[in-house]
């Protein structure tokens, strides 16, 4: 089976040089969906993961636009569009330096089977620029978003591409392209998901993939007969997602240690409480400050250019970006008694830490699965643009929590294993797949 397996990534690695973020997500992927395929040949012999692993379209393309002191900049500006076997293109807009084609792919082929997961109409799709916002005035950054709109307008569409937001691209981006596609287009429609509340988004979107991975935590307890309440927690990164985690956590009766930026972590004994949490929330999203302010602000300890891994801890969040969970980080976890980890981040844990939860047997959740939240909502803001109605927040938070149920459900039914281990990233995989390799199949060789 692993001759196999390196048979068909070496095919994949020779199509796809210099991309190791795409090669890595199609490894992990590989590894549990070509068994599943040599056991069931249809998907075999209509080579249904050989297509899946090929992008149906990938638009690259220049964006230029005016500083504020009146020069010329460029930036490059992509969008994946990498399934739309199950629905239209569904996956966020990245603004950050460390965007390149590799990473999109990657993402926008983790986007396939998350959307999947969901049960939702949505095929997969990534895109972005190498823009950095940070340090942008609105001013630039409202230029940099029309002219990026200017030429993506051309590419999607309410029942083309629907693409939403992601590292860099929040509220005030995702408003700006709107408002250049709608200039553009002359209409109003749904073409993006994140909106203000007035004018086409949903209710908790916000929140959306912060809750879910928590309420994907609370199902893989309950099956053992546990939950979060007393547990602590450790999380990584700061953002919408960190964010979001820390305040279901604590709704839950979680204690949350830590949080992260790319400068270190804040380690608080004492816990990360609604008031803290609410100085971080100013500190990040309207000063966009530092994490090590909250150190100072509440006289805890800042750790400069470490993660978080190491502080002792019952449950870990990887909330921040890929890779930042390796095979050292993971023994650590493992053996300060760490009994789950959730990524709220996507593909934060490296394929060699994968492996060290599996073989200690503890609770893994993989990104697709436990941070589909997110999509998951963007796909009830869709409805709800269709229907041109608003459900109000419990209505929501309810349909999310059914969504991430009915995920967790369908990842163990694929990932029970003889020993009784339920390995969700392989249920994960093969449940994303199965669906859209079904459509692909129906649909012919296209």
């Given amino acids: 089976m692993n001759q196999t397996i390196n048979e068909f990534m070496s095919k994949v690695a020779s199509r796809n040089t210099h991309e190791p973020e795409f090669l890595q997500a199609v490894y992990e992927v590989a590894e549990s969906i070509i068994p599943f395929t040599e056991e069931n040949l249809k998907y075999k012999v209509n080579k249904v993961l050989e297509r899946i692993v090929e992008p ?14 009146g020069e010329v900049e460029v930036n490059r500006g992509f969008r994946v569009q990498m399934n739309s076997a199950i ?62 709109m200017t030429e993506l307008y051309r590419h999607v569409g309410a029942d083309v591409d629907v693409p939403a937001g992601d590292i860099g691209v929040g509220a005030r981006e995702i408003g700006y392209l709107f408002g250049q596609y709608k200039r553009i287009k002359g209409e109003f429609t749904g073409v993006l998901t994140g909106k203000g509340f007035e004018w086409g988004g949903s209710l908790i979107r916000q929140e959306a993939t912060g809750y879910g991975v928590v309420y994907f935590v609370e199902e893989m307890l309950n099956v053992k007969n546990d939950s979060l309440k007393g547990k602590t927690v450790v999380i990584s990164g700061s953002g919408n997602v960190a964010q979001f985690t820390v305040e279901k956590c604590i709704q839950v009766g979680a204690k949350v240690l830590t949080m992260s930026d790319s400068e270190g972590f804040v380690y608080d004994p004492a816990g ?13 999203n309207v000063r966009r400050g530092r994490i090590k302010e909250y150190a100072d602000a509440f006289n805890c300890q800042f750790f400069p250019n ?62 697709k699965a436990a941070n589909a939240g997110g999509v998951a909502v963007s796909g009830l803001e869709m409805s709800q643009n269709s229907q041109r109605y608003s459900w109000d927040r419990e209505e929501i938070d ?42 692909m199949i129906a649909q012919g060789i296209v």
């Avoid at 149906?56 to 002191?69: A, G, H, Q, Y």
């Avoid at 990360?272 to 990040?284: S, T, V």
């Fill in 56 to 69: 149906e379209r990938v638009v690259i393309f220049r964006v230029p636009w005016l500083n504020d002191k």
């Fill in 87 to 148: 629905g239209p293109y569904k996956g966020g807009l990245r603004f950050h330096p460390s965007v390149t084609l590799s990473v999109l792919k990657f993402l926008a082929f983790e986007q396939v089977f998350k959307n999947s997961l969901t049960g939702l109409p949505m095929g997969g799709g990534k895109g972005g620029a190498d823009f950095d916002p940070k340090g942008k005035s609105d001013a630039e950054v409202m230029k940099f978003c029309q002219s990026f």
């Fill in 272 to 284: 990360i409480d609604a008031e803290k949490l609410k100085f971080i929330m100013e500190l990040k």
């Fill in 306 to 367: 470490e993660k978080p891994w190491g502080i002792k801890c019952d449950i870990a969040f990887p909330n921040a970006t890929q890779n930042e969970l390796d095979e050292s980080d993971a023994e650590l976890l493992v053996s300060n008694g760490c009994i789950c980890v959730a990524e709220g981040a996507n593909m934060p844990t490296t394929p060699q830490a994968i492996h060290v939860f599996e073989r200690a047997k503890i609770l893994y959740a993989p990104g």
């Fill in 398 to 439: 309810g349909k999310l929590k059914v969504i991430i149920s009915q995920i967790h459900k369908t990842c163990m039914k694929y990932g029970e294993e003889a020993d009784g281990y339920i390995n969700y990233g392989k249920g994960a995989n093969i449940a994303g797949f199965v669906k859209v390799a079904d459509a």
